[in-house]
């Protein structure tokens, strides 16, 4: 497996979210588990000549893989990308095994970039954690990005209890922008540290 | 102190990491709301009414193109500025994006620096653009809303009342022996006292489609929709009372020795091919009969 920095552009990735490792490292294991599956996908693709598929998926790749400081993946994936709009069906084939190897390169790079666990408290903060909660939903539900800052607070001061997990879900939720699932999870939460 | 709220900006995209990567670079500027595809942006749009929309073309359910045109043809909507940010990046795309009303176009993989530099620029134009409108739309010496404000939100309340069969009211307000005043006292004292009959007025509105109005010289204009006879005489008698309560000295009045008002007001609920002129004249009228009536009044039509 290659060490990240050989496949990964860390500095421009980490410039990408604004010189916050955390956001990029989020976005890292947002990438892994979104995109995790894709390589294979795109074999099953390329062997049933589904060449409008594949374009579609070079065009996510190149655009997110870029932020990721992947930029070959990315100069593999606009290649291809370019080869299906041009509607050059046997160029973008060809270009498949090409993409699939950056892709599968990339995501092994990126899942060394999971981000660290926040060190687990001696004791949950229960009222913070209480009042962090309270201010999730509303933000969860605007789809306000701002949801996400609340988010690592609540992590922190719940890191290591037995909530820590239902953060983790509502965080996931919320970056799939499943918002309403998201503030449903959000009210269970606030449910229990009530209790 | 008034604190001034961030401007809001709504994500629209696909694709998470985007989303997450333009929510870092825009949180410590504005407020950042997220849309995963067009029917999300759409619902976020009408609900948060954002200044700026990033809006990514290709998504899986309804297009950057489709949202654009959405947008355009819902009058709440209609105004937001929106920014194509896309992966499409061919000359013959991005003209293709403005020509469908887009302030601008950025190629994605973008550079973050040239997309904050975009956002803030756009959304400088929209801060001025707003600024205008206001200027615009307010009198400048009440900072109430001007006659032309009045002219275009009257005739849509006129429709709406028409379309939903609700009461219209309407109230003209004119100063009392404001000429003396103005003689007696000088114009500076006189603007004055246009200012506080114009805060009195307005502070007797609680609701927020009702609008005070400084329709031309010493005359204002108070539009009170979904309100019966009973609620709109009761407003004007509490505007009466309010502007003799201010106790404005105006020792060249043959009503008082303070400043008073006269009001005239109607309500109807307007059908067939009744337009708003024709209340407006009632009101004009009996404004008219509320002075012949020795002012310091409200006259309000019966029926």
């Known amino acids: 497996m290659a060490e990240a920095q050989e496949v990964l552009d860390l500095g421009a990735a980490v410039q990408n979210f604004g ?139 719940l890191a290591g209890s037995p909530y820590a997990h239902q953060v983790n879900a509502i965080g996931r939720q919320f970056d799939e922008l499943e918002t309403e699932h998201a503030a449903a999870l959000a009210g269970i939460l606030i449910a229990s540290l009530r209790t | 102190m008034t604190l001034v709220e961030p401007q809001k900006v709504l994500v629209a995209d696909d694709d998470a990491i985007n989303r997450q990567v333009l929510g870092e670079l825009l949180k410590p500027e504005y407020t950042v709301l997220l849309a995963k595809n067009g029917e999300q942006a ?73 997309v904050m530099a975009r956002v ?70 006189g603007d004055r006292a246009l200012r506080a009959v114009a805060r009195a007025a307005a502070s007797c509105l609680r609701r927020p489609a009702d609008l005070a109005a400084r329709y031309g010289g010493e005359e204002f204009v108070l539009l009170i929709p979904q309100a019966d006879a009973a609620q709109g005489r009761s407003v004007a008698e509490a505007i009466r009372s309010a502007v003799e309560q201010l106790d404005i000295a105006h020792a060249a009045s043959n009503v008082a020795p303070h400043l008073t008002v006269s009001l005239g007001g109607a309500t109807l609920t307007p059908q067939g091919d009744e337009g708003p002129e024709e209340l407006f004249n009632v009101v004009d009228q009996h404004a008219y009969q509320a002075k012949q009536a020795g002012r310091n009044c409200v006259v309000w039509r019966h029926g």
């Open chain 2, 42 to 114: 759409l619902e976020r749009a009408q609900k948060h009414a954002p200044d700026l929309i990033l809006l990514d073309v290709l998504m899986p359910d309804l297009d950057g193109y489709e949202v654009l045109r959405r947008l355009r043809a819902d009058p709440q909507t209609a105004e937001i500025t929106v920014i194509f940010i896309s992966g499409l990046g061919r000359p013959e795309d991005e003209a293709n994006g403005l020509k469908l009303g887009a302030a601008d176009y950025i190629a994605k993989p973008f550079n973050t620096t040239v």
């Open chain 1, 19 to 157: 010189g916050k490792p955390e956001g990029m490292q989020r976005a890292a294991r947002a990438f892994v588990e979104a995109y995790g599956a894709l390589p294979a996908r795109c074999e099953a693709l390329a062997a049933t000549g589904d060449t409008p598929e594949l374009g579609r998926i070079a065009h996510l790749i190149k655009g997110a893989g870029k932020l990721l400081g992947a930029h070959t993946l990315s100069a593999a994936a606009g290649e291809l990308e370019d080869a299906e709009r041009d509607g050059l069906a046997a160029v973008v084939l060809a270009l498949v095994p090409l993409f699939v190897r950056e892709l599968e390169q990339a995501l092994d790079a990126l899942r060394l970039l999971r981000p660290e666990e926040p060190p687990p408290r001696a004791e949950p903060d229960l009222l913070t954690a209480l009042r962090l909660a309270e201010r999730l939903g509303p933000l969860l539900e605007a789809g306000d990005y701002a949801a996400r800052e609340v988010l690592d607070l609540l992590e922190a001061a």
């Open chain 2, 120 to 189: 803030a620029l756009h959304l400088q134009m929209v801060r001025q653009r707003r600024m205008l409108e206001k200027l615009a739309h307010v009198d400048a010496l009440t900072e109430l809303a001007n006659r032309r404000r009045f002219d275009e939100i009257y005739e849509a309340e006129w429709r709406r009342a028409r379309r939903n069969g609700e009461p219209l009211s309407l109230v003209l307000l004119d100063i009392d022996c404001f000429k003396q005043y103005n003689d007696h006292y000088g114009h500076p004292a």
